[in-house]
């Protein structure tokens, strides 16, 4: 029997993002939901991106930490190249770059801000420049952590995680809820009473998702390790084999 045979998943992730994900889970029986959560939209300014492409040459590392900053970083870029080094937050987020041409220096084994930061320990940044392409709103820990070590960071938002303005219905009484970001627990807690899913078990992509369900008092049922797709839908098909 299929780990997820007939039970009701819902997707919270961004459409563009959620096709690989959504066959996993069907394919091991799942009815997917997909209620999609965050739109990504341009950032409220584009001046310091526009500053950071004319001076990109300059920067000794450019790190990304989400595979749409570095689509909206390229596409904004057009088809200007970078000199110093790369660093990825993941395996998704390098695989971006890479379809794009470009070599990943630097891939931490926690695929998180502070895996980033310890991969990095052993770096001599002082008095480098740091290009940090990001999300509207993200955590400062990674630039706090290279600003303290002497670095001069440069964090430039190229994109926001938006509400998308038509929602479909959500699902009666999910199985499970699967969240991919700190932003897909806010808006879901936003959109949907918890009442309606208070019963789901609910799946995390990493530590920092997870903190954000903790910090509003949700329990965690399974955290993917590594931060992938692949490794959520097999956390989750490990947990449905074990309670069987």
Known sequence: MR??????????RAA???????RLLEADGARVVHFPVIAIVPPADWTPVDRAIAELEAFAWVIFTSANAVAA?????????VKGRIAAVGPATAQA???????????????????????LANEDVARKRILLPRAAGARDVLPNALSARGALVQAVDVYRNV??????????????VTFTSASTVKNLLALVPRAQW??????????ETSAALRQHRLAVTVEASP??????????AVWENSAQ
Do not use: C
């Open 198 to 207: 208070a019963k789901a078990k609910l799946a995390s992509i990493g530590p």
């Open 97 to 119: 770059l890479e379809r794009l041409g470009f070599a990943v220096d630097l891939m931490p084994e926690n695929h998180s801000a502070e895996g980033l930061i310890a991969a």
């Open 3 to 12: 780990a997820f045979e007939g039970q009701t998943i819902v997707v919270t």
């Open 73 to 81: 970083f390229f596409q904004r870029a057009g088809g200007r190249g």
């Open 163 to 176: 509400v998308p303005l038509a929602m479909p219905d959500f699902a009666d009484a999910p199985d499970w």
């Open 227 to 236: 931060s992938t797709q692949e490794a959520l839908v097999n956390a989750m």
């Open 16 to 22: 563009h993002q959620s096709q690989g994900f959504v």
